[in-house]
């Protein structure tokens, strides 16, 4: 499960790693939670979404063994848990989601919510009943305001004509629309 602040980079990060995964051989599957627009079972949801007809035993056993003759793992993930109907749904249904799923050992899960989700999205009785190995994705709060310099140079901005907005700064989000702010209002040349 990762989590953190809107605009922080989880979606990116799952997005880099699915094709990361992928190049390696590994199935994956990523779906974005924008896209669960019911309260049906997450399954039917999913399986609405790459149109798969059978049910949710034969699908895992045919993931799990595709894995196995692979010698890889495939990996399912699902951004943003809080999008969609998901921060309606998912409190009721991820426990028996995730349990589906776990007697299944070449079948690896990766989730994502808000961090002001986190609440209303799981159950509240996860961490004894499925314990969830949680990662904190934190933007660009642990590194030095140089680790920016590559949005400086995409977006020909001088460093030194950049004001200081280091607590915002750590948002890449916030970062981007920023920068692309500053390069339209001022335009590139007057920054260099």
């Known amino acids: 499960m ?6 922080i980079g989880k979606s990116h990060l799952l997005a880099d790693n699915a094709k990361r995964l992928q190049e390696a051989g ?3 599957f990523l779906f974005l939670g924008q896209h669960l627009n019911t309260h049906d079972h997450p399954f039917k949801q999913l399986f609405d979404l790459i149109e798969y007809k059978g049910s949710i035993e034969s699908f895992l056993k045919e993931i799990n063994d595709r894995a196995i003759k692979k010698n890889k793992r495939t990996v399912i993930i699902i951004d943003a848990l809080n999008e969609g109907e998901g921060k309606f749904f998912w409190r009721n249904y991820l426990l028996n989601f995730l ?3 776990k007697e299944f050992d070449n079948i ?3 989730l994502s919510v808000r961090s002001n989700f986190i609440r209303s999205v799981l159950p509240e009785n996860i961490e004894e009943d499925f314990p ?7 933007g660009f709060k642990d590194l030095s305001f140089e680790a920016l310099e590559p949005f400086f140079n995409y977006y020909n901005i001088n460093p030194l004509a950049f004001p200081s907005l280091e607590n ?3 948002n890449p989000l916030f970062l981007q629309i920023y920068c692309e702010a500053i390069q339209e209002e001022y335009g590139m040349s007057t920054l260099n």
């Open 2 to 7: 990762i989590y953190g602040d809107a605009g």
């Open 168 to 170: 915002e700064c750590y």
């Open 108 to 110: 690896a899960v990766v």
């Open 99 to 101: 349990n589906s799923i």
């Open 132 to 138: 969830l190995h949680k990662l904190e994705h934190k």
């Open 26 to 28: 590994h199935s994956v």
